[in-house]
């Protein structure tokens, strides 16, 4: 069974520019989350999709970041513009529910680098 | 201090060794989480803890939980050069959402 999938893996972009990442949850998971760390700091929850539907996006920072989850399989996540501080890296992780609780499946991340 | 904060920060011992990471939340929670991550790499899960259990084990891993004192610990025993990576503890809190809340990590270094 294939992970979590991130695309792209790096990314250098400058100030004022527009990324989308995307990620790929492993298949079956109705449960897609978004996270990132930015340098020197914990890794933050971002938002929470359950299928197609935004469940809780309260940890999105601004209205530069924009996640959808078209027909609720991949997702993006755009930032725009970009600012220096939205540099760092971003994951993705999706789940199953299960009573009792859930783990969480982590992809590799995408590394953001804002000039 | 942050919720889901480990210690120490830094862990260096050498293979064979046992290391022990500790984290300790503020809130009630439904699970606590362990992950590890290898340098520039993603996070890979470890062992999940539900509030009603005190301790599991995986393989050389072993993970206790003290609601009471708002605690978990991870044993890593017979470490190996390749335990080395951070490891990070995540608590589903007991609020009805999803967003786990990470710590700051533990870097272990096991030396060969």
């Known amino acids: 069974e294939a992970g979590v999938t991130q695309f792209p893996s790096h990314s250098v972009i400058e100030k004022g520019q527009t990324v989308t990442l995307r990620c790929d949850p492993i298949?079956?998971?109705?449960?897609l989350y978004w996270y990132r760390r930015v340098m020197g700091k914990e890794i933050k929850f971002l938002l929470h999709?359950?299928?197609?539907?935004?469940?809780?996006e309260s940890g999105m920072p601004n209205n530069r970041f924009l996640a959808e989850r078209t027909g609720g399989t991949y997702s993006t996540l755009k930032v725009q513009p970009a600012e220096l501080e939205d540099s760092g890296v971003y994951f993705c992780?999706?789940?199953?529910?299960?009573?009792?609780?859930?783990?969480?499946?982590f992809g590799p991340g995408t590394r953001l680098l804002v000039l | 201090s942050q919720q889901g904060e480990e210690d120490p920060q830094a862990l260096s011992i050498q293979e064979g060794e046992n290391a022990t990471m500790n984290c300790s939340y503020k809130?009630?929670?439904?699970?606590l989480q362990w992950y590890r991550q290898n340098s520039g790499r993603g996070l890979v899960h470890l062992i999940l803890?539900?509030?009603?259990?005190r301790e599991k084990h995986s393989g050389r891993l072993r993970v206790t939980l003290d609601t009471s004192k708002k605690s978990s610990s991870l044993l890593i025993t017979a470490s190996r050069a390749a335990d080395t990576a951070s490891y990070f503890c995540?608590?589903?809190?007991?609020?009805?959402?999803?967003?786990?809340?990470f710590g700051s990590g533990t870097r272990l270094q096991v030396q060969p």
């Open positions: 992780a999706s789940s199953q529910e299960l009573a009792g609780g859930e783990t969480q499946y």
């Open positions: 298949s079956g998971h109705d449960n």
């Open positions: 999709f359950v299928k197609e539907s935004k469940q809780d």
């Open positions: 809130t009630s929670i439904n699970n």
């Open positions: 803890i539900r509030s009603n259990e």
């Open positions: 995540a608590t589903d809190l007991d609020t009805g959402r999803r967003a786990l809340t």
